[in-house]
């Protein structure tokens, strides 16, 4: 939490800050403003603002053409004067299209957001350049008609003011429609204290902020800080405040402000919050994965068993039922072999005396009978002998199961070891994550980046780690917890991550 100082006075923003801040009703539910109409005083101004941009729009172009016609005259003359023949009609476009040229490229790379110095400095030694010429190609010595020396050099500085008019219009548009405010420190703050503008000016540069009101508001809020921490501990206030409180002095150098300084505490104890519980949620993970799997193991060792024991139930009935088919078939045979012998024996006792040939001939019939039977016998045997290969075949399939069976055990130990792994390397890749964290800390402390580029890195660092790079999966809710801003805020932060993302950002 933030350290506050009892009577320090409370920072105001200014009218732009509270102006562009979000807030917090606007976000949640837009509310349309009905447009009022304007009044008298308005309309007055907006025709007056409309007749000075025509009026300054048709001068400029009509004092640039009477700049630029002047000095082509004039400078024509001097390069036939200097022995530049022909080319004397294309030198004095050379030089001054070439201003325009120069000007119009450097007011395009800053439309770009890509400004070049070099292309106004060039410029500017044109510029330089034209003037000279203009006022050399007074008669005489410069010094015997000072004058005329200052009536040939007036009429391309018209043309060069018309032209820089128009380029601190370009360049005040595209500050604006960017976003940016360009206030520069005024001359009287170098005249009076320059030394402490020097600085001032430095720490602008440094932290990035194009702001004079802004660079000068961050200041006062840090000293009007340091004397209230004077005026609570006394004298040696600066042994006796706390780490936490002296915060905003430390951090001074890097640009932020007290309120931010002074809540680095708690976006630190918030960020380790963030990554016990996305360890928390890793090492969950990989044990539902754990569990997952034994339970899959524990099921299909249950199937297997079932499987197994109906196979064995299936192979013994099937045996039991071959026996007792085979036994069957054996004592029936063996009855009916018997009942024919004795048939046969009757017959030929009772019918030797009578009729030998036909005694002989049912003896040889029940003999027949008889090796059928035995015939029937051999067959149940066979049938006995493949109901013994089926069994054979089940006990087999049995073996086999109890093998499928113990693999079975054997993958769920694997599974177990792999688990195992799986936590080691959630382990390992927490800690790469903080290692990462830490160098990416580091990397920011040595580049001395402003806060908002700090937290756009972090989210961007949150991105890579939980979405793959994924901006859009990123929800703003979580943005806003780590950071304690608004919705829109939140979405300039994401927005601000995904575009260093694409431009080759990685923690690594």
């Not at 409309?50 to 300054?56: D, E, G, P």
């Not at 079932?306 to 036994?327: F, K, M, P, Y």
């Not at 806003?480 to 575009?499: G, M």
């Amino acid at each position: 939490m933030a350290t506050s100082i009892p009577g320090a006075p409370t920072p105001v923003p200014d009218a732009a800050a509270a102006a562009s801040a979000p807030s917090p009703s606007a976000s949640d539910a837009p509310t349309l403003v009905p447009e009022t109409a304007p009044t008298a005083s308005e309309r007055a101004a907006r025709r007056s603002g409309r007749a000075l941009t025509i009026v300054s729009s048709v001068g400029g172009v009509i004092l640039a053409g009477i700049g630029f016609t002047g000095s082509y005259d004039t400078l024509k003359t001097l390069a036939f004067d200097h022995g530049f023949g022909d080319f004397s009609y294309a030198f004095p476009i050379g030089v001054d299209a070439g201003i325009v040229v120069l000007y119009a490229l450097d007011l395009y790379l800053i439309r770009r957001h890509t400004p070049w110095p070099m292309l106004r400095t060039l410029a500017h030694l044109l510029t330089a350049a034209t003037i000279v010429f203009n006022a050399a190609a007074a008669p005489g010595p410069v010094s015997a008609d000072p004058i005329g020396t200052a009536m040939h050099a007036v009429i391309p500085l018209m043309f060069i003011a018309a032209v820089e008019a128009a380029r601190r219009l370009v360049v005040r548009a595209s500050d604006i429609e960017a976003g940016r405010d360009s206030q520069t420190i005024p001359a009287a703050r170098w005249a009076l204290a320059p030394a402490a503008t020097a600085a001032l000016w430095r720490r602008m540069k440094l932290w990035n902020t194009a702001s004079y009101q802004e660079t000068v508001q961050i200041e006062q809020e840090r000293i009007v800080y340091a004397a209230m921490l004077q005026r609570k501990y006394g004298r040696g206030w600066r042994r006796r405040a706390k780490a936490d409180e002296l915060l905003p002095l430390t951090m001074a150098r890097y640009g932020l402000t007290v309120d931010e300084a002074l809540s680095l505490p708690r976006q630190a104890l918030e960020a380790e919050q963030l990554r016990a519980e996305e360890n928390d949620r890793l090492k969950l993970e990989a044990q539902q994965r754990a569990e997952r799997r034994q339970a899959e193991a524990r099921i299909h060792a249950i199937r297997t068993q079932g499987d197994i024991r109906a196979a064995e139930h299936e192979t013994e009935a099937a045996v039991d039922a071959a026996r007792a088919s085979a036994e069957a078939t054996r004592t029936e045979a063996e009855v009916a072999a018997e009942a024919h012998a004795r048939i046969a024996q009757e017959t030929a006792r009772a019918i030797e005396s009578a009729d030998a040939a036909e005694a002989r001939r049912r003896a040889a019939e029940a003999e027949e009978a008889a090796a059928e039977a035995r015939a029937r016998a051999a067959e149940t045997e066979q049938r006995a002998a493949e109901v013994e290969r089926d069994a054979a075949e089940v006990r087999a399939r049995t073996v086999e199961i109890n093998r499928r069976f113990a693999a079975a055990e054997a993958e769920q130990a694997r599974a177990e070891a792999d688990a195992a792994e799986a936590q080691q390397r959630a382990a390992e890749a927490r800690r790469a994550a903080a290692e990462m964290e830490l160098r990416a800390v580091e990397a920011e402390d040595q580049l001395k980046l402003s806060p908002r580029e700090r937290a756009v890195r972090k989210v961007a660092r949150l991105i890579l780690a939980r979405h793959a790079g994924q901006a859009d999966q990123l929800p703003l809710e979580a943005i806003t917890e780590a950071f304690a801003v608004s919705l829109s805020t939140a979405s300039e932060y994401r927005k601000e991550a995904a575009a260093l993302i694409a431009s080759g950002y990685r923690t690594h």
